[in-house]
């Protein structure tokens, strides 16, 4: 089988399946990506093969590029859940600290510790977020002709993928089932994934399918578990045991029970970041990239449009724009609570406003008895957030309901002009 077969077959097996709806971008990129790929691996070796009389790169006169300092080349990286893309080369303040970590802690490199030697015109040290990305002296001061002749827009090929929510309705892909938990453990294990921020906005009925995808890897002491540069296959949740972090051979962090990784080349389209070694047997539980792509992200776009068409129909919130709306329905989350349960109660401190998605609820006071009931729609808990004071009634379900919830500093932060609204229309001003 010839090289250009294999290339071929190997797309074809990616077309396959991701199901892009825009193939020939899909296939510009993934070459794009083959590219960098083979591009970095030459960088890699250039002493070397500088050592042996051979120029891998003659149009590059490596010796006017000018080094640049080890501090200037710690690895940083950002949550991928961040608002800009976390390759993104950051046009601030290049003196600024690095952004929050890949992994559950950030990385902590000391300023002295040993650094494996890059080349400055290496693709994968244009990474930003943190120290010496855009801004650097000694980058700016590369002459622009000596860059190598490779695409020099490799923003395409770390970004966010294009989601379409359609795509998952119509490839035909169903999420796997890859263990057999009891009911119990289940359980136990989707509660646990609720403490984790990737997760915590998920449904019941999303969750149950992660924990059922969920596949139980081991791997023995010292194995290589992801390689830096690799392609994302699998996003991982340390079980058991310890896992040390290694960027450009540089040991940079170690995780334990608990912790996860691997998120980052799952969410965008970038290689591994970092390798992972065993630095004990280690006991994983492994999501693949289909469904942590399928269910994340579409769970996530769903939870968007349903809020969204949601406030439209809030009348207080009529005079919001539409991408006020946008970041409000970001920022709320799913509670549900059954029959006789007390959503909020008199007297106590008030730290969240709740909008009903669904159910209805009954209002009452120990003075007053029952005040009146809320709907679908309806809105309550703001009087505590408007004026800083305690409960004023209890809020309790009359059957099971869905409420949409907002803490403090959203409330203040995204309402916006809905503020005046609701100061407005607070029943104690009317009495």
């Given at each position: 089988m010839s090289f250009a077969t294999d290339e071929l077959n190997h797309l074809q097996q990616a077309i396959n399946r991701e199901q892009p709806r825009d193939v020939i971008q899909f296939c510009a990129n993934y070459f794009d990506h083959k590219l960098q790929q083979q591009r970095l691996h030459l960088w890699s070796q250039q002493q070397k093969a500088e050592a042996a009389g051979i120029t891998l790169f003659p149009q590059v006169d490596s010796a006017h590029v000018p080094a640049i300092p080890h501090n200037k080349r710690q690895p940083s990286f950002k949550s991928p859940f961040s608002v800009n893309d976390p390759h993104q080369q950051d046009a601030g303040d290049p003196t600024s600290a690095?952004?929050?970590?890949?992994?559950?802690?950030?990385?902590?490199?000391?300023?002295?510790?040993?650094?494996?030697?890059?080349?400055?015109?290496?693709?994968?040290?244009?990474?930003?977020?943190?120290?010496?990305?855009?801004?650097?002296?000694?980058?700016?001061?590369?002459?622009?002709?000596?860059?190598?002749?490779?695409?020099?827009?490799?923003?395409?090929?770390?970004?966010?993928?294009?989601?379409?929510?359609?795509?998952?309705?119509?490839?035909?892909?169903?999420?796997?089932?890859?263990?057999?938990?009891?009911?119990?453990?289940?359980?136990?294990?989707?509660?646990?994934?609720?403490?984790?921020?990737?997760?915590?906005?998920?449904?019941?009925?999303?969750?149950?399918?992660?924990?059922?995808?969920?596949?139980?890897?081991?791997?023995?002491?010292?194995?290589?578990?992801?390689?830096?540069?690799?392609?994302?296959?699998?996003?991982?949740?340390?079980?058991?045991?310890?896992?040390?972090?290694?960027?450009?051979?540089?040991?940079?962090?170690?995780s334990g029970e608990g912790s996860y990784f691997g998120e980052l080349a799952l969410m965008y389209n970038s290689p591994r970041a970092a390798t992972a070694v065993a630095a004990s047997d280690v006991q994983c539980w492994a999501l693949d990239r289909a469904t942590f792509r399928s269910i994340l992200l579409e769970s996530t776009y769903n939870r968007r449009t349903m809020y969204e068409n949601f406030l439209k129909d809030v009348k207080v919130l009529s005079s919001l724009t539409p991408q006020e709306r946008?970041?409000?329905?970001?920022?709320?989350?799913?509670?549900?609570?059954?029959?006789?349960?007390?959503?909020?109660?008199?007297?106590?401190?008030?730290?969240?406003?709740?909008?009903?998605?669904?159910?209805?609820?009954?209002?009452?006071?120990?003075?007053?008895?029952?005040?009146?009931?809320?709907?679908?729609?309806?809105?309550?808990?703001?009087?505590?957030?408007?004026?800083?004071?305690?409960?004023?009634?209890?809020?309790?379900?009359?059957?099971?309901?869905?409420?949409?919830?907002?803490?403090?500093?959203?409330f203040e932060r995204l309402l916006g002009p809905a503020i005046q609204v609701l100061r407005q229309q607070d029943p104690r001003q009317h009495n």
């Open positions: 690095p952004a929050a970590g890949l992994f559950k802690s950030d990385f902590n490199v000391n300023s002295g510790a040993p650094t494996s030697k890059t080349d400055p015109l290496d693709p994968s040290t244009a990474t930003a977020g943190g120290v010496g990305a855009r801004g650097d002296a000694d980058l700016a001061s590369a002459p622009a002709q000596k860059i190598p002749n490779f695409n020099a827009n490799r923003r395409t090929s770390v970004s966010a993928e294009t989601l379409n929510p359609d795509l998952f309705k119509s490839s035909g892909w169903t999420p796997p089932k890859n263990n057999q938990l009891s009911a119990e453990e289940r359980q136990e294990l989707s509660q646990k994934l609720g403490s984790y921020f990737l997760f915590d906005q998920l449904d019941a009925s999303s969750k149950k399918t992660v924990v059922s995808a969920l596949e139980s890897k081991s791997f023995p002491k010292n194995t290589e578990i992801i390689r830096q540069g690799d392609e994302g296959d699998f996003f991982y949740i340390i079980v058991k045991g310890t896992v040390d972090f290694f960027v450009n051979g540089s040991k940079v962090n170690s946008s970041k409000l329905a970001d920022a709320l989350k799913t509670e549900v609570y059954h029959k006789g349960d007390k959503i909020v109660v008199e007297g106590e401190k008030g730290e969240n406003f709740y909008f009903i998605e669904k159910g209805a609820c009954k209002v009452y006071s120990n003075d007053k008895g029952e005040l009146t009931q809320l709907k679908d729609g309806d809105y309550f808990g703001e009087i505590a957030l408007l004026n800083d004071l305690p409960r004023q009634a209890t809020v309790e379900a009359v059957d099971t309901v869905i409420v949409a919830t907002l803490g403090k500093s959203g």
